[in-house]
């Protein structure tokens, strides 16, 4: 199942997403890809990260979408 996640700290690592995604057990990221979308005034950061385990990204989501994280609110969603 791939996951997208939005509004991230432009800053914001490979690192810091798998530290994120560490307490899920069954969180096993085959592919995580961050972009910078530099074409707005404000620079977004998103990831799309690939999971194996579709319980674990049901997790992910309910627990992580709309958490302050590296200071910004993060949004989490099944990727489409």
Do not use: W
Request: a neutral charge.
């Amino acid at each position: 199942m791939e996951l997208y996640i939005s509004n991230l700290n432009t800053t914001t690592t490979e690192e810091q997403l798998r530290q994120l995604l560490a307490p899920f057990s069954g969180a096993k990221c085959s592919t995580i890809r961050t972009v910078s979308d530099s074409t707005k005034d404000n620079k977004n950061t998103f990831a799309y990260i690939h999971l194996d385990d579709p319980a674990s990204a049901k997790a992910i989501i309910s627990k992580l979408d709309n958490m302050h994280f590296l200071e910004r609110t993060i949004s989490v969603k099944e990727a489409r």
